[in-house]
């Protein structure tokens, strides 16, 4: 089923329903089946359920002498992969981190595979709590037959970092697979995050390859500089941390601070001083340059070349972006890269549909079908809510041609939010008593715990209103914290409610008839002008603020460092004296029992250090 998920006809693969640890599938004519490419995520930490001294006859594991543990089938299925790996194959194998450094019988294998193969090429540390059903984090094993002159070293990458947060799990982006992805075919040492590793080292350790003991964990903890908490002032060695700003914007160490003895002293405002240094104008406008030659070629590639453009167009846009941006300081090109690759997730299904179907699908709107649930009978049934366009969305449309239209709709929708939020602090509001009101046998609030029921009587709260209304013959002047003025704003948060709903209603019904009639008469040119939008617009809009975040970031260092050093300890110590001193006048003047009066005497000396 995997398989067949991602595109892999039936006839091209074969499946065994079996233990691949006992029994070998992969024969051929009494002779094993080598492959070039081998993928594999086997059961982490699995029992080992051929760890019989018998199955050193089986040549999988004979060669290492030694068989896995029974209760860690880890190197396990890695010595069946590579008895099938041909003279050049490759494999990647999904394993938990123990398998890098237990001992015993796994310290053997490691070896058997470092020492007497040599085919282990990389290891890369992903994050934890990416696969369903275990939180743990797990490496890949990048296996080679055929080394390519990296005989003598192992790269070990740690990616635990390497992820953004969806639901419950963490996820690998687009540019967290490239960062990786580029750090291994250029086998790169990148402080903190990868490093070659000499076999020799790797052999002094034991042949242990937990990726901590080669690959240095960034230091996060935040220095202190004692003097500067007492005295006062910038230290030295917090501002030379600073010093890639300085290198790369001449000028602004000094414009920035002034000297003064033992630290440093900000001179004025950080952002106006920052933003006003020539160097840093430069460098924006330098990178606002980068950006829009950036746009005129994915404008070229993707408008212009439209009918050419292909899955390969991506990684030409790619490499550009990366030759381009290959000298821009604290602009990180993979975070570049992302923009472009969430760009063209929408680009790529774009240019099948309009290949397929031509420019005019670009006018096509179908119902935007969707499932709700009957209220009585709880089935799920599919319904139309509003239109979809089949390329272009429909508020783009209506931002292109009917901006004010599309303006006032917005305003509505923010009224129905402001107005939803009212309700919700009003029914917040309600206490205990007042969910038991009740005026004229009316009550507000439905409550049985027999079927669970908690809930606002809309019907009755209606008829409360009513009554208070004819009874007092208004319904302003309530105290507002009496029950009655909170039943009251409740029933017009609903009101209120009600009429924000009902005009965005109006408005809908108003504007699609509209939208789609300017989509019926889009012009061919029209619709590649509604795609530029699309396609490059959220492309270029990701990265032109790049530079002016890189710039914003020295800016909140300067600050916070600024901030860090305010107050000195001699401030803070005064401080103290003179509440010590004001409680010690304080407790002089209180007057008890003698004995309260004896304990003041004794906490005032105290404070006076007497």
Same mark, same amino acid.
């Given at each position: 089923m995997n398989l067949i998920m991602h595109g892999i006809d039936y006839q091209r693969f074969t499946v065994f329903n079996d233990d691949t640890l006992i029994h070998d599938n992969f024969y051929e004519n009494g002779k094993p089946v080598l492959f070039d490419v081998q993928v594999e995520n086997p059961p982490y930490s699995a029992?080992?359920?051929?760890?019989?001294?018998?199955?050193?006859?089986?040549?999988?594991?004979?060669?290492?002498?030694?068989?896995?543990?029974?209760?860690?089938?880890?190197?396990?299925?890695?010595?069946?992969?590579?008895?099938?790996?041909?003279?050049?194959?490759?494999?990647?194998?999904?394993?938990?981190?123990?398998?890098?450094?237990?001992?015993?019988?796994?310290?053997?294998?490691?070896k058997y595979l470092i020492e007497r193969l040599n085919v282990v090429d990389a290891i890369i540390g992903l994050p934890a709590n990416m696969f369903h059903g275990t939180g743990i984090?797990?490496?890949?094993?990048?296996?080679?037959?055929?080394?390519?002159?990296?005989?003598?070293?192992?790269?070990?990458?740690?990616?635990?970092?390497?992820?953004?947060?969806?639901?419950?799990?963490?996820?690998?982006?687009?540019?967290?697979?490239k960062r990786i992805v580029d750090c291994v075919r250029n086998r790169a040492d990148i402080p903190c995050f990868s490093r070659k590793v000499a076999l020799s080292e790797i052999q002094e350790n034991g042949y242990n390859l937990n990726i901590p003991r080669y690959v240095e964990a960034p230091d996060t903890a935040e220095p202190w500089d004692v003097y500067s908490l007492i005295e006062g002032g910038l230290p030295d060695a917090e501002v030379a941390a600073l010093r890639p700003y300085f290198d790369a914007f001449p000028g602004l160490k000094e414009e920035l601070f002034e000297h003064r003895g033992h630290a440093y002293g900000l001179r004025g405002d950080a952002r106006h001083i920052v933003w006003d240094?020539?160097?840093?104008?430069?460098?924006?406008?330098?990178?606002?340059?980068?950006?829009?030659?950036?746009?005129?070629?994915?404008?070229?590639?993707?408008?212009?070349?439209?009918?050419?453009?292909?899955?390969?167009?991506?990684?030409?846009?790619?490499n550009e972006l990366f030759d381009d941006l290959e000298d821009v300081s604290f602009v990180?090109?993979?975070?570049?890269?992302?923009?472009?690759?969430?760009?063209?997730?929408?680009?790529?299904?774009?240019?099948?549909?309009?290949?397929?179907?031509?420019?005019?699908?670009?006018?096509?709107?179908?119902?935007?079908?969707?499932?709700?649930?009957?209220?009585?009978?709880?089935?799920?049934?599919?319904?139309?809510d509003g239109w979809i366009g089949r390329i272009i969305p429909l508020e783009l449309v209506q931002e292109t041609y009917l901006a004010e239209d599309l303006k006032e709709l917005k305003e509505l929708n923010a009224s129905c939010e402001t107005a939803q939020t009212e309700l919700d602090e009003a029914l917040e509001a309600l206490t205990d008593e007042d969910k038991q009101f009740e005026f004229d046998g009316n009550g507000i609030w439905d409550t049985d715990e027999d079927k669970g029921e908690d809930k606002l009587n809309v019907k009755g709260?209606?008829?409360?209103?009513?009554?208070?209304?004819?009874?007092?013959?208004?319904?302003?002047?309530?105290d507002e914290d009496s029950t009655e003025y909170r039943i009251v704003t409740l029933h017009q948060a609903r009101a209120s409610l009600s009429t924000a709903k009902r005009n965005r209603t109006k408005a809908l019904k108003l504007i699609e008839p509209k939208t789609m009639?300017?989509?019926?008469?889009?012009?061919? /040119? $029209?619709? &590649? +002008?509604?795609? %530029?939008?699309?396609?490059?617009?959220?492309?270029?809009? *990701?990265?032109?603020?790049?530079?002016?975040?890189?710039? /914003? $970031?020295? &800016? +909140?260092?300067? %600050?916070?460092?600024?901030?860090?050093?305010?107050?000195? *300890?001699?401030?803070?110590?005064?401080?103290?004296?003179?509440? $010590?001193?004001?409680?010690?006048?304080?407790?002089?003047?209180l007057h008890g029992s003698e004995t309260d009066e004896a304990g003041c005497a004794m906490w005032a000396d105290f404070l006076r250090g007497e």
């Open positions: 029992q080992n359920t051929a760890s019989d001294e018998a199955y050193l006859d089986d040549p999988r594991y004979r060669a290492a002498g030694c068989l896995a543990p029974s209760t860690k089938a880890d190197l396990a299925f890695v010595e069946s992969i590579v008895y099938h790996m041909a003279d050049d194959g490759r494999a990647a194998i999904l394993l938990p981190h123990g398998a890098l450094f237990r001992g015993g019988t796994e310290l053997e294998i490691r984090p797990v490496c890949v094993l990048l296996l080679k037959k055929n080394r390519n002159g990296h005989s003598g070293n192992i790269l070990f990458v740690d990616a635990a970092g390497c992820f953004v947060k969806e639901g419950k799990n963490n996820t690998l982006r687009a540019c967290d697979i240094n020539e160097a840093v104008k430069s460098y924006v406008n330098g990178y606002d340059g980068i950006v829009s030659s950036l746009k005129t070629s994915a404008t070229r590639a993707l408008i212009d070349g439209m009918d050419s453009v292909t899955e390969d167009t991506e990684d030409v846009l790619a990180d090109r993979y975070d570049a890269y992302q923009r472009l690759d969430d760009a063209w997730q929408e680009i790529a299904s774009d240019v099948d549909v309009i290949k397929t179907e031509g420019i005019g699908s670009v006018r096509v709107y179908e119902p935007n079908m969707v499932l709700k649930k009957k209220q009585k009978s709880k089935e799920l049934v599919e319904e139309q709260l209606n008829a409360v209103v009513k009554g208070l209304n004819r009874s007092y013959g208004r319904l302003d002047g309530f009639s300017v989509m019926d008469g889009l012009s061919d /040119d $029209e619709c &590649v +002008r509604l795609l %530029e939008r699309k396609w490059i617009d959220p492309y270029i809009n *990701g990265i032109a603020p790049l530079a002016r975040n890189a710039v /914003d $970031e020295l &800016v +909140r260092k300067v %600050e916070s460092l600024q901030d860090k050093y305010a107050v000195t *300890g001699m401030e803070e110590a005064n401080e103290i004296s003179a509440l $010590e001193t004001e409680l010690s006048n304080t407790l002089g003047k």
